[in-house]
């Protein structure tokens, strides 16, 4: 069974850095696309970023790009997001997620397990 666990999440004021982490297992991990998305009370889940199943490709919102970084160690089966410069507007429930794809999608439909989440909060 595919299981994910985010970890890193917390409080912290604008303008601060905070590196989520998504541990996977139940899946050969470098066999597939992952991504970050987030979802803030309120609003619909969302695309943060998205990586190939190697890391040769990343993708991110619009509203992330500059600031956040997506990786992953397939060697550890973890993925990562640091996440600088933070801005209230970012605060919400951020959950990992792995898709069949070898290719990273933004659509939530095209990722088949999710992490439980991991609150992150930015004060200003």
């Known amino acids: 069974q595919v299981q994910l666990v985010e970890s890193g999440g917390g409080l912290v004021q604008a303008g601060g850095s905070l590196r989520l982490s998504c541990a996977a297992s139940?899946?050969?991990?470098?066999?597939?696309?992952m991504g970050w998305f987030r979802q803030a009370p309120g609003k619909e889940r969302e695309f943060v970023a998205g990586i190939s199943w190697r890391g040769s490709n990343t993708y991110y919102a619009d509203s992330v790009k500059g600031r956040f970084t997506i990786s992953r160690d397939n060697t550890k089966n973890t993925m990562y997001l640091q996440m600088n410069s933070l801005k209230p507007g970012d605060t919400a429930v951020y959950y990992c997620?792995?898709?069949?794809?070898?290719?990273?999608?933004?659509?939530?439909?095209?990722?088949?397990?999710w992490g439980q989440g991991t609150q992150v909060t930015v004060s200003s």
């Open positions: 997620a792995t898709s069949p794809r070898t290719t990273m999608s933004v659509w939530n439909s095209e990722y088949d397990y």
């Open positions: 139940g899946r050969t991990f470098s066999s597939y696309s």
